[in-house]
């Protein structure tokens, strides 16, 4: 189930092990949504904190027809974290883009209804006369 998969890295060495959890991630999707057509994410390295560490920020965009679902996941690891690395953040921006993208599957499953057109005058739950 291979995806168009773009990995690109801010700030930081390219890393085989980041690299192998991004396209098993982004198989993962392909494998939850078949249309999906290509999957672009950037792993940054935000500058070192003395408290948090290194924080890093993951964007997962989403390619589908139609449109493109970004998500960006910002250095909020840090709050829930004590040592946040990059694998968790690219965790973390992943299960954002699947619940993101079940969202998305789940609106072109059922659309939101329109209502049908009404003659002027007629109030609602009532039929024309004949």
């Known amino acids: 189930m291979n995806v168009n998969l773009e990995v690109a890295f801010h700030n930081m060495d390219t890393s085989p092990s980041l690299e192998t959890l991004i396209a098993e991630r982004a198989d993962r999707l392909k494998q939850r949504y078949d249309r999906l057509v290509g999957v672009r994410v950037v792993v940054e ?7 948090t560490g290194n924080v890093f920020d993951v964007h997962v965009e989403l390619m589908v027809p139609g449109t493109d679902l970004v998500v960006s996941r910002p250095a ?12 968790t953040s690219v965790r973390d921006a992943f299960d954002a883009a699947e619940r993101q993208l079940q969202d998305f599957k ?7 209804r329109t ?12 039929s024309p006369a004949e």
């Open 76 to 87: 909020k690891v840090q709050k829930r974290y004590s040592n946040p690395d990059a694998a």
């Open 106 to 112: 789940g609106k072109q499953r059922n659309p939101a």
């Open 115 to 126: 209502p049908l057109p009404r003659e002027p005058g007629m109030t609602p739950g009532t």
């Open 45 to 51: 390295k935000q500058m070192a904190q003395h408290r």
